[in-house]
């Protein structure tokens, strides 16, 4: 298993700037992809960004240019900048792991951090 634990999240004001960190523990090996989803009020969970163990990023179009993600593979940490937020950006944010073993597949998620954008 893989247990993870978020850190950072709060109230900013719009333009202002928040910095999300998540720590795997446990089983980490064979864990690939690492990245965040937030879910807002009354709407779906959305991928906002993600990055692989060999570095290539996916990024949600509504924070192109203004989040970065990066990860920390001897640590099993993974990290969201975000810069200029909205009051759009407003969710819960939640930490993703997606391991593979034996072709296999195994998603992990943490405990969601709470981030308030105030107009």
């Known amino acids: 298993q893989v247990q993870l634990v978020e850190s950072g999240g709060g109230l900013v004001q719009a333009g202002g700037s928040l910095r999300l960190s998540c720590a795997a523990s446990?089983?980490?090996?064979?864990?690939?992809?690492m990245g965040w989803y937030r879910q807002a009020l009354g709407k779906q969970r959305e991928l906002v960004a993600a990055?692989?163990?060999?570095?290539?990023?996916n990024y949600a179009d509504s924070v192109k240019g203004r989040f970065t993600i990066s990860r920390d593979n001897a640590e099993n940490t993974v990290s969201l900048q975000m810069n200029s937020l909205k009051p759009e950006d407003t969710a819960v944010y939640y930490c993703?792991?997606?391991?593979?073993?034996?072709?296999?597949?195994?998603?992990?998620w943490g405990q969601g951090t709470r981030v308030t954008v105030s107009s």
């Open positions: 993703n792991v997606v391991r593979t073993r034996y072709g296999a597949q195994y998603n992990y």
């Open positions: 446990g089983i980490t090996s064979g864990i690939n992809t």
């Open positions: 990055i692989s163990r060999s570095g290539n990023i």
